[in-house]
Protein backbone atom coordinates (compact mmCIF):
# COMPACT_ATOMS: atom_id res chain seq x y z
CA UNK A 1 0.00 0.00 0.00
CA UNK A 2 1.05 3.37 -0.74
CA UNK A 3 1.00 5.54 2.28
CA UNK A 4 1.65 9.15 3.17
CA UNK A 5 2.19 10.09 6.84
CA UNK A 6 1.49 13.97 7.82
CA UNK A 7 2.67 16.41 10.13
CA UNK A 8 0.31 19.52 9.88
CA UNK A 9 1.04 23.07 10.68
CA UNK A 10 -1.11 24.13 13.13
CA UNK A 11 -0.80 27.22 15.14
CA UNK A 12 2.79 27.62 16.74
CA UNK A 13 3.02 30.81 17.53
CA UNK A 14 0.87 34.28 19.27
CA UNK A 15 -2.35 34.89 18.29
CA UNK A 16 -2.26 37.10 14.89
CA UNK A 17 1.92 37.25 15.21
CA UNK A 18 3.82 35.78 12.44
CA UNK A 19 5.12 32.06 13.18
CA UNK A 20 8.51 32.03 13.65
CA UNK A 21 9.39 29.04 15.86
CA UNK A 22 10.62 26.79 13.07
CA UNK A 23 13.15 29.73 12.55
CA UNK A 24 14.36 29.05 16.41
CA UNK A 25 13.34 25.30 16.89
CA UNK A 26 12.09 22.78 14.15
CA UNK A 27 11.98 19.66 15.27
CA UNK A 28 11.89 15.99 13.44
CA UNK A 29 7.91 14.51 13.96
CA UNK A 30 9.39 11.45 15.47
CA UNK A 31 6.34 9.58 16.25
CA UNK A 32 5.24 9.70 12.39
CA UNK A 33 9.10 8.88 11.52
CA UNK A 34 9.05 5.97 13.39
CA UNK A 35 5.56 4.65 12.05
CA UNK A 36 6.81 5.11 8.81
CA UNK A 37 10.21 3.05 9.93
CA UNK A 38 7.49 0.22 11.02
CA UNK A 39 5.17 0.20 7.59
CA UNK A 40 8.08 0.37 5.54
CA UNK A 41 9.87 -2.84 6.85
CA UNK A 42 6.30 -4.48 7.00
CA UNK A 43 6.57 -3.94 2.97
CA UNK A 44 4.31 -0.65 2.43
CA UNK A 45 5.40 2.10 0.76
CA UNK A 46 5.76 4.89 2.69
CA UNK A 47 6.36 8.79 2.54
CA UNK A 48 6.49 11.97 5.24
CA UNK A 49 4.84 14.94 4.66
CA UNK A 50 6.13 17.72 7.04
CA UNK A 51 4.38 20.44 6.83
CA UNK A 52 6.64 22.47 9.24
CA UNK A 53 9.74 21.64 7.34
CA UNK A 54 12.26 23.52 5.70
CA UNK A 55 11.11 22.47 1.78
CA UNK A 56 7.14 22.49 2.66
CA UNK A 57 5.43 24.95 0.90
CA UNK A 58 2.37 27.66 2.66
CA UNK A 59 -0.55 27.15 2.54
CA UNK A 60 -3.25 23.99 2.74
CA UNK A 61 -3.57 23.81 -1.20
CA UNK A 62 -0.23 23.76 -2.03
CA UNK A 63 0.84 20.89 0.98
CA UNK A 64 -2.58 18.33 -0.36
CA UNK A 65 -0.83 18.93 -4.14
CA UNK A 66 2.26 17.69 -2.68
CA UNK A 67 0.44 14.86 -0.62
CA UNK A 68 -1.49 13.89 -3.74
CA UNK A 69 1.33 13.90 -5.88
CA UNK A 70 2.61 10.24 -4.25
CA UNK A 71 -1.06 8.86 -4.88
CA UNK A 72 -1.31 7.56 -1.63
CA UNK A 73 -4.20 4.65 -0.94
CA UNK A 74 -3.91 5.98 3.02
CA UNK A 75 -2.67 9.43 4.37
CA UNK A 76 -2.08 9.67 8.16
CA UNK A 77 -2.59 12.40 10.18
CA UNK A 78 -0.45 12.96 13.80
CA UNK A 79 -2.45 16.07 15.26
CA UNK A 80 -1.33 17.92 18.18
CA UNK A 81 -4.46 20.21 19.33
CA UNK A 82 -3.38 23.06 18.02
CA UNK A 83 -2.79 21.02 14.77
CA UNK A 84 -5.58 19.06 14.19
CA UNK A 85 -8.07 21.59 12.55
CA UNK A 86 -5.37 22.33 9.87
CA UNK A 87 -4.72 18.38 9.65
CA UNK A 88 -8.40 18.84 8.77
CA UNK A 89 -8.67 21.02 6.26
CA UNK A 90 -6.71 19.36 4.66
CA UNK A 91 -7.74 15.74 5.01
CA UNK A 92 -11.08 17.53 3.77
CA UNK A 93 -9.59 18.51 0.63
CA UNK A 94 -8.01 15.44 -0.08
CA UNK A 95 -11.43 13.63 0.00
CA UNK A 96 -13.21 16.08 -1.97
CA UNK A 97 -10.16 15.30 -4.56
CA UNK A 98 -9.91 11.73 -4.09
CA UNK A 99 -12.41 10.08 -2.76
CA UNK A 100 -11.28 6.61 -2.04
CA UNK A 101 -7.92 7.85 -0.18
CA UNK A 102 -8.64 6.44 3.37
CA UNK A 103 -7.78 9.15 6.05
CA UNK A 104 -6.98 8.24 10.23
CA UNK A 105 -6.02 10.45 12.63
CA UNK A 106 -3.68 9.74 15.45
CA UNK A 107 -1.78 11.80 18.07
CA UNK A 108 -2.44 12.95 21.50
CA UNK A 109 -5.72 14.68 20.90
CA UNK A 110 -6.95 12.37 18.91
CA UNK A 111 -6.49 9.86 21.65
CA UNK A 112 -8.02 11.91 23.99
CA UNK A 113 -11.04 13.08 22.52
CA UNK A 114 -11.91 9.19 20.88
CA UNK A 115 -14.80 9.02 18.84
CA UNK A 116 -16.06 12.20 19.27
CA UNK A 117 -14.30 13.49 16.75
CA UNK A 118 -15.77 11.17 14.27
CA UNK A 119 -18.95 12.31 14.85
CA UNK A 120 -18.00 16.11 14.36
CA UNK A 121 -15.41 15.51 11.57
CA UNK A 122 -17.00 13.20 9.20
CA UNK A 123 -13.63 13.37 6.39
CA UNK A 124 -12.21 11.34 9.01
CA UNK A 125 -13.00 7.56 8.22
CA UNK A 126 -10.48 6.20 11.33
CA UNK A 127 -8.70 6.71 14.56
CA UNK A 128 -5.79 5.38 15.89
CA UNK A 129 -5.99 5.65 19.37
CA UNK A 130 -2.76 5.10 21.17
CA UNK A 131 0.49 4.02 19.97
CA UNK A 132 0.31 3.69 16.21
CA UNK A 133 2.91 1.02 14.52
CA UNK A 134 0.89 -1.73 14.91
CA UNK A 135 -2.77 -0.53 14.43
CA UNK A 136 -1.77 1.62 11.10
CA UNK A 137 0.20 -1.94 10.22
CA UNK A 138 -2.81 -4.09 10.32
CA UNK A 139 -5.00 -1.28 8.89
CA UNK A 140 -2.79 -1.10 5.98
CA UNK A 141 -2.26 -5.00 5.58
CA UNK A 142 -6.01 -5.12 5.12
CA UNK A 143 -7.61 -6.43 7.93
CA UNK A 144 -11.51 -5.68 8.71
CA UNK A 145 -11.68 -2.64 10.84
CA UNK A 146 -13.80 -4.45 13.63
CA UNK A 147 -10.64 -6.61 14.62
CA UNK A 148 -8.21 -4.27 15.11
CA UNK A 149 -7.25 -2.99 18.25
CA UNK A 150 -6.78 0.06 19.23
CA UNK A 151 -9.26 1.73 16.03
CA UNK A 152 -11.95 3.80 16.14
CA UNK A 153 -14.29 3.41 12.90
CA UNK A 154 -17.70 4.08 11.12
CA UNK A 155 -20.13 1.20 10.75
CA UNK A 156 -23.47 2.48 8.82
CA UNK A 157 -22.79 6.22 9.97
CA UNK A 158 -22.08 5.44 13.88
CA UNK A 159 -18.76 5.72 15.28
CA UNK A 160 -17.24 2.66 17.12
CA UNK A 161 -13.77 2.17 19.36
CA UNK A 162 -12.54 -1.16 19.64
CA UNK A 163 -11.00 -3.08 21.96
CA UNK A 164 -7.50 -0.43 23.53
CA UNK A 165 -4.46 -1.72 21.53
CA UNK A 166 -1.80 -3.51 24.33
CA UNK A 167 1.43 -1.45 24.47
CA UNK A 168 4.11 -2.62 22.69
CA UNK A 169 6.04 -4.79 25.02
CA UNK A 170 9.55 -4.44 23.56
CA UNK A 171 10.44 -1.28 22.13
CA UNK A 172 14.27 -2.21 20.90
CA UNK A 173 12.16 -4.23 18.32
CA UNK A 174 11.68 -1.06 16.46
CA UNK A 175 13.59 0.06 14.17
CA UNK A 176 14.97 3.31 13.95
CA UNK A 177 12.85 6.26 12.80
CA UNK A 178 13.22 6.74 9.26
CA UNK A 179 14.73 10.17 9.25
CA UNK A 180 15.66 10.29 5.55
CA UNK A 181 11.90 10.71 5.20
CA UNK A 182 12.56 14.76 6.35
CA UNK A 183 13.20 16.48 3.41
CA UNK A 184 15.86 18.87 4.50
CA UNK A 185 17.07 16.91 7.48
CA UNK A 186 19.39 17.14 9.63
CA UNK A 187 20.21 21.05 8.63
CA UNK A 188 17.29 22.11 8.27
CA UNK A 189 16.11 20.90 11.65
CA UNK A 190 17.23 23.33 14.52
CA UNK A 191 17.61 22.22 18.08
CA UNK A 192 16.29 25.35 20.02
CA UNK A 193 19.51 28.16 20.19
CA UNK A 194 22.14 28.35 22.66
CA UNK A 195 21.33 24.53 23.61
CA UNK A 196 24.16 23.13 21.41
CA UNK A 197 27.53 23.53 20.73
CA UNK A 198 28.20 21.63 17.45
CA UNK A 199 25.85 21.00 14.67
CA UNK A 200 23.92 19.59 13.08
CA UNK A 201 21.87 18.75 15.45
CA UNK A 202 18.82 15.98 16.01
CA UNK A 203 16.34 14.61 18.42
CA UNK A 204 15.71 11.00 19.87
CA UNK A 205 13.31 9.45 22.20
CA UNK A 206 14.49 6.21 24.13
CA UNK A 207 11.55 5.51 26.31
CA UNK A 208 7.97 5.62 26.35
CA UNK A 209 5.33 6.42 29.04
CA UNK A 210 5.80 8.28 32.92
CA UNK A 211 5.24 6.75 36.24
CA UNK A 212 4.15 10.24 37.86
CA UNK A 213 1.21 11.88 37.27
CA UNK A 214 1.24 15.43 37.01
CA UNK A 215 -2.03 17.47 36.84
CA UNK A 216 -0.70 19.08 33.27
CA UNK A 217 0.03 16.34 31.60
CA UNK A 218 -1.82 14.47 28.98
CA UNK A 219 -1.12 10.82 28.64
CA UNK A 220 -3.65 9.77 26.58
CA UNK A 221 -0.99 7.70 24.16
CA UNK A 222 1.43 6.23 26.35
CA UNK A 223 -0.07 5.85 29.87
CA UNK A 224 1.47 5.90 32.85
CA UNK A 225 3.74 2.86 32.44
CA UNK A 226 7.55 3.14 31.63
CA UNK A 227 9.21 1.33 28.90
CA UNK A 228 12.65 2.07 27.39
CA UNK A 229 15.10 1.32 24.87
CA UNK A 230 18.36 -0.63 26.04
CA UNK A 231 21.47 0.93 26.37
CA UNK A 232 22.73 -1.11 23.28
CA UNK A 233 19.99 0.45 21.34
CA UNK A 234 20.58 3.50 22.45
CA UNK A 235 24.08 3.92 21.33
CA UNK A 236 23.40 2.21 18.03
CA UNK A 237 20.49 4.81 17.28
CA UNK A 238 23.02 7.50 17.99
CA UNK A 239 25.47 6.13 16.00
CA UNK A 240 23.50 6.19 13.45
CA UNK A 241 22.84 9.57 13.45
CA UNK A 242 26.26 10.67 13.32
CA UNK A 243 27.34 8.02 10.52
CA UNK A 244 24.62 8.30 8.39
CA UNK A 245 23.92 11.94 8.88
CA UNK A 246 26.76 13.54 10.38
CA UNK A 247 24.57 15.00 13.55
CA UNK A 248 26.90 16.43 16.14
CA UNK A 249 24.75 17.14 18.59
CA UNK A 250 21.45 15.21 20.28
CA UNK A 251 18.57 16.28 22.13
CA UNK A 252 17.21 13.33 23.79
CA UNK A 253 13.12 13.86 24.48
CA UNK A 254 12.13 11.50 27.18
CA UNK A 255 9.77 12.46 29.62
CA UNK A 256 12.12 10.87 32.12
CA UNK A 257 15.33 9.97 31.04
CA UNK A 258 17.20 8.54 33.96
CA UNK A 259 14.23 6.76 35.78
CA UNK A 260 16.21 3.48 34.98
CA UNK A 261 19.59 4.12 36.42
CA UNK A 262 21.07 0.92 35.30
CA UNK A 263 20.22 1.70 31.46
CA UNK A 264 21.93 5.05 31.80
CA UNK A 265 25.27 4.03 33.87
CA UNK A 266 25.27 1.18 31.09
CA UNK A 267 25.12 3.71 28.23
CA UNK A 268 27.19 6.54 29.76
CA UNK A 269 30.08 3.60 30.18
CA UNK A 270 29.66 2.56 26.06
CA UNK A 271 29.99 6.35 25.06
CA UNK A 272 32.82 6.62 27.12
CA UNK A 273 34.63 3.33 25.68
CA UNK A 274 33.73 4.08 22.00
CA UNK A 275 32.97 8.08 21.71
CA UNK A 276 31.03 9.17 18.98
CA UNK A 277 32.05 12.74 18.91
CA UNK A 278 29.05 13.89 20.16
CA UNK A 279 26.83 15.99 22.50
CA UNK A 280 23.38 15.05 23.90
CA UNK A 281 21.16 16.66 26.09
CA UNK A 282 18.12 15.21 28.43
CA UNK A 283 16.12 15.78 30.94
CA UNK A 284 15.47 14.67 34.61
CA UNK A 285 13.20 14.52 37.38
CA UNK A 286 14.26 15.55 40.97
CA UNK A 287 15.19 12.55 42.78
CA UNK A 288 16.52 10.48 39.98
CA UNK A 289 20.03 12.57 39.40
CA UNK A 290 22.30 11.64 42.23
CA UNK A 291 25.90 12.72 41.48
CA UNK A 292 27.81 9.70 40.78
CA UNK A 293 25.32 9.62 37.79
CA UNK A 294 26.00 13.51 36.53
CA UNK A 295 29.51 12.77 36.49
CA UNK A 296 29.09 10.09 33.95
CA UNK A 297 26.46 11.73 32.16
CA UNK A 298 29.14 14.79 31.87
CA UNK A 299 31.59 12.10 31.00
CA UNK A 300 29.80 10.47 28.16
CA UNK A 301 29.13 13.82 25.96
CA UNK A 302 26.30 15.23 28.26
CA UNK A 303 25.94 19.02 27.73
CA UNK A 304 22.85 19.94 29.44
CA UNK A 305 20.59 18.43 31.62
CA UNK A 306 17.02 20.00 31.87
CA UNK A 307 14.52 20.12 35.19
CA UNK A 308 10.72 20.12 34.77
CA UNK A 309 10.72 22.19 37.67
CA UNK A 310 7.07 24.38 36.95
CA UNK A 311 6.29 26.75 39.83
CA UNK A 312 8.55 28.20 42.66
CA UNK A 313 4.96 28.52 44.64
CA UNK A 314 5.23 24.97 47.50
CA UNK A 315 1.51 25.50 47.65
CA UNK A 316 0.84 25.32 43.49
CA UNK A 317 3.92 22.35 43.63
CA UNK A 318 1.90 20.28 46.18
CA UNK A 319 -1.34 20.28 43.48
CA UNK A 320 0.25 19.68 40.51
CA UNK A 321 3.51 18.28 41.00
CA UNK A 322 3.56 16.42 43.60
CA UNK A 323 6.66 15.22 45.09
CA UNK A 324 9.12 17.73 44.08
CA UNK A 325 10.23 20.38 46.40
CA UNK A 326 12.03 23.75 46.49
CA UNK A 327 15.30 22.90 48.09
CA UNK A 328 15.72 19.70 46.34
CA UNK A 329 15.37 21.85 43.31
CA UNK A 330 18.19 23.58 44.44
CA UNK A 331 20.40 21.31 45.55
CA UNK A 332 19.97 19.33 41.80
CA UNK A 333 20.78 22.39 40.48
CA UNK A 334 23.62 22.81 42.29
CA UNK A 335 24.97 19.20 41.81
CA UNK A 336 24.28 19.50 37.86
CA UNK A 337 26.77 22.39 37.44
CA UNK A 338 29.26 21.68 39.94
CA UNK A 339 29.79 18.68 38.12
CA UNK A 340 30.27 20.77 34.62
CA UNK A 341 26.73 20.39 33.39
CA UNK A 342 24.76 23.30 32.06
CA UNK A 343 21.20 23.52 33.75
CA UNK A 344 18.22 24.48 32.13
CA UNK A 345 14.85 25.18 34.18
CA UNK A 346 11.80 24.17 32.93
CA UNK A 347 8.93 26.37 34.30
CA UNK A 348 4.87 27.39 33.58
CA UNK A 349 3.14 30.37 34.36
CA UNK A 350 -0.52 30.57 34.53
CA UNK A 351 -1.19 27.22 36.11
CA UNK A 352 -4.80 26.55 38.32
CA UNK A 353 -4.69 28.19 41.74
CA UNK A 354 -1.97 30.79 40.18
CA UNK A 355 -2.08 34.36 41.61
CA UNK A 356 0.27 37.60 41.26
CA UNK A 357 1.74 36.68 44.32
CA UNK A 358 3.02 32.86 43.43
CA UNK A 359 4.12 34.42 39.60
CA UNK A 360 6.55 36.53 41.79
CA UNK A 361 7.60 34.01 44.03
CA UNK A 362 8.52 31.64 40.44
CA UNK A 363 10.34 34.73 39.36
CA UNK A 364 12.55 35.18 42.46
CA UNK A 365 12.89 31.88 42.55
CA UNK A 366 13.65 31.49 38.97
CA UNK A 367 17.11 33.85 39.86
CA UNK A 368 18.02 32.27 42.60
CA UNK A 369 18.89 29.09 40.79
CA UNK A 370 21.64 30.56 38.64
CA UNK A 371 20.27 28.57 35.83
CA UNK A 372 22.20 28.29 32.45
CA UNK A 373 19.07 28.48 30.67
CA UNK A 374 15.27 28.56 31.17
CA UNK A 375 12.04 28.10 29.13
CA UNK A 376 8.59 29.42 30.65
CA UNK A 377 5.94 27.63 29.30
CA UNK A 378 1.82 29.35 29.28
CA UNK A 379 -0.42 26.60 30.69
CA UNK A 380 -2.42 25.11 28.59
CA UNK A 381 -4.79 22.68 29.67
CA UNK A 382 -5.36 19.46 27.67
CA UNK A 383 -8.42 17.28 27.33
CA UNK A 384 -6.35 14.25 28.62
CA UNK A 385 -5.36 15.88 31.18
CA UNK A 386 -6.14 15.12 34.75
CA UNK A 387 -6.79 18.80 35.08
CA UNK A 388 -9.10 18.88 32.84
CA UNK A 389 -11.43 17.68 34.76
CA UNK A 390 -12.00 20.65 37.02
CA UNK A 391 -10.51 23.40 34.74
CA UNK A 392 -14.05 25.79 34.11
CA UNK A 393 -14.31 25.87 37.75
CA UNK A 394 -11.04 27.16 38.18
CA UNK A 395 -11.41 29.91 35.89
CA UNK A 396 -12.17 31.37 32.48
CA UNK A 397 -10.88 28.87 29.65
CA UNK A 398 -11.30 29.82 25.40
CA UNK A 399 -10.79 26.17 24.10
CA UNK A 400 -9.52 27.51 20.44
CA UNK A 401 -7.46 24.41 19.78
CA UNK A 402 -5.60 26.38 17.38
CA UNK A 403 -4.23 28.61 20.56
CA UNK A 404 -3.74 25.62 22.60
CA UNK A 405 0.21 25.16 22.13
CA UNK A 406 1.18 26.59 25.49
CA UNK A 407 2.52 29.79 23.51
CA UNK A 408 -0.89 31.27 24.41
CA UNK A 409 -2.65 31.75 27.28
CA UNK A 410 -6.29 30.07 26.86
CA UNK A 411 -6.67 29.81 30.86
CA UNK A 412 -7.07 32.33 32.83
CA UNK A 413 -6.94 31.94 36.78
CA UNK A 414 -9.58 33.09 38.96
CA UNK A 415 -7.18 35.21 40.85
CA UNK A 416 -5.43 36.63 37.78
CA UNK A 417 -8.33 38.18 36.43
CA UNK A 418 -7.52 39.04 32.47
CA UNK A 419 -5.94 37.67 29.68
CA UNK A 420 -4.14 41.38 29.31
CA UNK A 421 -2.24 41.17 32.96
CA UNK A 422 -1.52 37.53 32.72
CA UNK A 423 0.23 38.42 29.18
CA UNK A 424 1.91 41.61 31.25
CA UNK A 425 3.44 39.43 33.99
CA UNK A 426 4.49 36.54 31.64
CA UNK A 427 6.62 39.18 29.34
CA UNK A 428 7.85 41.32 32.76
CA UNK A 429 9.02 37.77 34.03
CA UNK A 430 10.16 35.86 31.11
CA UNK A 431 12.57 39.43 30.27
CA UNK A 432 13.50 39.40 33.76
CA UNK A 433 15.41 36.27 33.53
CA UNK A 434 17.05 37.18 30.53
CA UNK A 435 17.90 40.80 31.87
CA UNK A 436 19.39 39.38 34.53
CA UNK A 437 23.20 40.28 34.98
CA UNK A 438 24.39 37.57 36.32
CA UNK A 439 23.07 35.16 33.41
CA UNK A 440 23.99 37.64 31.02
CA UNK A 441 27.78 37.53 32.35
CA UNK A 442 27.21 33.41 32.41
CA UNK A 443 26.49 34.06 28.79
CA UNK A 444 29.09 36.39 27.69
CA UNK A 445 31.72 33.71 28.98
CA UNK A 446 30.03 31.37 26.23
CA UNK A 447 30.23 33.41 23.63
CA UNK A 448 32.37 31.79 21.24
CA UNK A 449 30.76 28.35 21.68
CA UNK A 450 27.59 29.70 20.51
CA UNK A 451 29.09 31.57 17.62
CA UNK A 452 26.86 28.58 15.69
CA UNK A 453 23.66 30.03 17.39
CA UNK A 454 25.00 33.38 16.99
CA UNK A 455 25.28 33.02 12.96
CA UNK A 456 22.29 31.49 12.68
CA UNK A 457 20.41 34.57 14.51
CA UNK A 458 22.13 36.96 11.91
CA UNK A 459 20.79 34.86 9.13
CA UNK A 460 17.31 35.21 10.88
CA UNK A 461 17.16 38.19 12.56
CA UNK A 462 14.35 39.75 11.46
CA UNK A 463 12.46 36.77 12.58
CA UNK A 464 14.61 37.38 15.79
CA UNK A 465 13.86 40.78 16.65
CA UNK A 466 10.02 40.22 16.09
CA UNK A 467 10.05 37.41 18.57
CA UNK A 468 12.25 39.80 21.21
CA UNK A 469 9.41 42.08 20.56
CA UNK A 470 6.88 40.22 21.94
CA UNK A 471 8.34 39.93 25.62
CA UNK A 472 8.04 43.62 26.03
CA UNK A 473 6.08 44.35 29.06
CA UNK A 474 2.45 45.64 27.62
CA UNK A 475 1.77 48.95 28.80
CA UNK A 476 -1.10 49.08 31.66
CA UNK A 477 -3.56 52.21 31.09
Known sequence: ????????????????????????????????????????????????????????????????????????????????????????????????????????????HVSALGARLLDEFPWIDYLCLGEGELTLSELAGGQTPAAIDGLAWRENGRGIVNAPRAHLPELDDLPFPAYEKLAGFPKGYHLPLFSYIQTPGATMVTSRGCPYQCSYCDRSVFKRGFRYNSAAYIYA?????????????????????????????????LLTAKPLGIHFNCAVRIGHADDALLRMLKVAGCLMVSLGIESGDPELLEVHKPGVYLEAVKDTVRRIQAVGLRA??????????????SIQKTSDFVLSLGLDDMNMAKFTPFHGAPVWQTIFEQGTVDEDWRLMNCLNFVFIPKQIGSLEKLDQLYNTHVKRFYSDPEWRRKFRRRIWQHRRSLWFMARHLPGFLAAMRSFEPAKEN
Not at 248 to 263: A, S
Not at 344 to 355: A, R
Open 237 to 269: HMKYLCTRFGVRHINIYDDLFTLNRERIETLCT
Open 344 to 357: KGLFMMGLPGETEA
Open 1 to 108: MRIVLIHPAGSNWLAGRKDVTTTANRMAPLGLLSIAAFLEREGHRVMVHDCLGPEAPSGITANVDRILAHDPDLVGFSATTSGFLDGYAMAERIKALRPSVGVVFGGV
